[in-house]
């Protein structure tokens, strides 16, 4: 709900649709000043009908946005994401789970998140690379809402830990010679740097392939720094270590405090392997506790009873009879926004060759390769039969990234 939507948001509503959001980003979110000057902006959230938030925290935090339009509905419904972290939908990973552990064996799961670090491109860090040595370093596109001293400490702290996971990989390689290691970067991280260590190395493997949740599933443990990965592992019994071998409390539990929370902790290598080494013998299973369960009620609703997406669909039901009765457009109603629909498009491309552009057709490939229609309806049948769903479904692609499915 930025300032880069406000055009969309303005030719959206213009042309009758009701805009209902989520952020992605309000699990694990910065502390309240700088999220709302990264993720909110007073004009866009105007056009915003309702909001969808992940738990009572998460409508918290959008209450205490100064500019909150006061009429807006807040529903704390969950998010889909949580739904497939239940026990009953978690099958629909099995075969990706199967094979998984016939390619990888016994293997310890290290999700990276260092992007603001290790950008995919060097000008989507928090600060681009300087040309002269002494020179200030302009703001990255990850700085954007940040304040300089902000993002220098943000920088210093991921820098140092990253640093720290580039020395864990080998040797957590060396400590546990009867498992693989499989790192699994960030979806905008660059993943040069880990495969070179991998090539230097007899079992280490990098690779972001598929969702998070069948890696989970599969592996024996799981290391993270402040990973949203951390909460995930968490809600399904996997044990999770958050390994903080640099701490700096402003950012670990100003920015980063559920994931970390919601997990063990340990503060150099040594307690590192000691703890993994009780995990691998079954010893110690996943972080528990009332502290941490009650944690996660605040931050994570929709955990039992109807799924987060159910929840969302009701209130989607019930705006659509809403538009529907309220607006029908003209025949000029629908010739202009044919027009400005093109406008659109002629502008995503000429955004998409600008330098830096999160637009730029590699990167988006680089985080999403994209599914054929064939794969995707293989998912649909799965999630049909897990719910026991007996429609028959039919997929429209509407373009390389979207499709629509309808009765």
Same mark, same amino acid.
């Given at each position: &709900?930025?300032?880069? /939507?406000?055009?969309?948001?303005?030719?959206?509503?213009?042309?009758?649709?009701?805009? #209902?959001?989520?952020?992605? @980003?309000?699990?694990?979110?910065?502390?309240?000043?700088? *999220?709302?000057?990264?993720?909110?902006?007073?004009?866009? %959230?105007?056009?915003?009908?309702?909001?969808?938030?992940?738990?009572?925290?998460?409508?918290?935090?959008?209450?205490? *946005?100064?500019?909150?339009?006061?009429?807006?509905?807040?529903?704390?419904?969950?998010?889909?994401?949580?739904?497939?972290?239940?026990?009953?939908?978690?099958?629909?990973?099995?075969?990706?789970?199967?094979?998984?552990?016939?390619?990888?064996?016994?293997?310890?799961?290290?999700?990276?998140?260092? +992007?603001?670090?290790?950008?995919? !491109?060097?000008?989507?860090?928090?600060?681009?690379?300087?040309?002269?040595?002494?020179?200030?370093?302009?703001?990255?596109?990850?700085?954007?809402? &940040?304040?300089?001293?902000?993002?220098?400490?943000?920088?210093?702290?991921?820098?140092?830990?990253?640093?720290?996971?580039?020395?864990?990989?080998?040797?957590? @390689?060396?400590?546990?010679?009867?498992?693989?290691?499989?790192?699994?970067?960030?979806?905008?991280?660059?993943?040069?740097?880990?495969?070179?260590?991998?090539?230097?190395?007899?079992?280490?493997?990098?690779?972001?392939?598929? +969702?998070?949740?069948?890696?989970? %599933?599969?592996?024996?443990?799981?290391?993270?720094?402040?990973?949203?990965?951390? #909460?995930?592992?968490?809600? &399904?019994?996997?044990?999770?270590?958050?390994?903080?071998?640099?701490?700096?409390?402003?950012?670990? *539990?100003?920015?980063?405090?559920?994931?970390?929370?919601?997990?063990?902790?340990?503060?150099?290598? @040594?307690?590192?392997?000691?703890?993994?080494?009780?995990?691998?013998?079954?010893?110690? !299973?996943?972080?528990?506790?009332?502290?941490?369960?009650?944690?996660?009620?605040?931050?994570?609703?929709?955990?039992?009873?109807?799924?987060?997406?159910?929840?969302?669909?009701? #209130?989607?039901?019930? %705006?659509?009879?809403?538009?529907?009765?309220?607006?029908?457009?003209? &025949?000029? +109603?629908?010739?202009?926004?044919?027009?400005?629909?093109?406008?659109?498009?002629?502008?995503?491309? %000429?955004?998409?060759?600008?330098?830096?552009?999160? +637009?730029?057709?590699?990167?988006?490939?680089?985080?999403?390769?994209?599914?054929?229609?064939?794969?995707?309806?293989?998912?649909?049948?799965?999630?049909?039969?897990?719910?026991?769903?007996?429609?028959?479904?039919?997929? @429209?692609?509407? /373009?390389?990234?979207?499709?629509?499915? /309808?009765?």
């Amino acid at each position: &709900m930025t300032i880069r /939507s406000l055009l969309f948001f303005r030719v959206a509503k213009k042309f009758g649709h009701q805009i #209902v959001t989520w952020d992605e @980003e309000a699990l694990v979110h910065l502390p309240a000043e700088t *999220y709302f000057s990264r993720r909110l902006d007073p004009a866009a %959230i105007k056009f915003v009908s309702h909001l969808f938030a992940w738990g009572q925290d998460n409508a918290d935090l959008w209450h205490r *946005y100064p500019q909150l339009p006061d009429n807006i509905p807040i529903h704390i419904t969950g998010n889909p994401r949580s739904d497939m972290l239940r026990s009953h939908l978690r099958s629909f990973y099995e075969q990706d789970v199967q094979q998984f552990k016939k390619k990888y064996g016994d293997f310890i799961l290290i999700n990276t998140n260092f +992007n603001h670090v290790n950008s995919y !491109g060097p000008d989507m860090n928090l600060f681009k690379p300087v040309k002269n040595h002494g020179e200030l370093p302009k703001f990255g596109r990850a700085a954007r809402g &940040m304040s300089r001293d902000y993002a220098e400490g943000l920088r210093d702290h991921k820098q140092a830990i990253f640093d720290h996971f580039k020395l864990l990989i080998p040797d957590l @390689e060396k400590a546990f010679p009867g498992y693989n290691i499989v790192v699994r970067p960030h979806p905008t991280e660059n993943h040069a740097v880990y495969q070179q260590i991998a090539d230097r190395c007899e079992r280490v493997y990098v690779t972001n392939e598929g +969702n998070v949740v069948p890696w989970l %599933i599969a592996t024996k443990a799981v290391i993270h720094n402040g990973c949203t990965t951390g #909460v995930e592992a968490y809600m &399904m019994g996997v044990p999770a270590v958050s390994y903080r071998a640099t701490v700096n409390n402003d950012y670990d *539990y100003g920015f980063y405090i559920l994931p970390n929370k919601m997990s063990h902790q340990c503060f150099d290598f @040594e307690q590192l392997k000691d703890l993994l080494q009780q995990i691998l013998k079954g010893e110690i !299973g996943s972080a528990d506790g009332d502290e941490r369960q009650a944690l996660i009620q605040h931050y994570l609703a929709s955990q039992e009873g109807p799924l987060a997406c159910e929840r969302m669909v009701d #209130v989607l039901e019930t %705006i659509a009879e809403d538009v529907a009765s309220s607006h029908k457009p003209s &025949m000029k +109603n629908r010739l202009e926004r044919w027009a400005v629909t093109q406008g659109l498009h002629v502008a995503k491309r %000429i955004k998409s060759s600008l330098p830096g552009s999160h +637009n730029r057709p590699e990167f988006q490939r680089h985080r999403y390769p994209g599914i054929s229609r064939q794969a995707l309806q293989a998912k649909l049948q799965r999630f049909q039969q897990l719910l026991g769903d007996k429609r028959e479904l039919k997929i @429209e692609q509407v /373009s390389n990234v979207i499709f629509q499915i /309808s009765p």
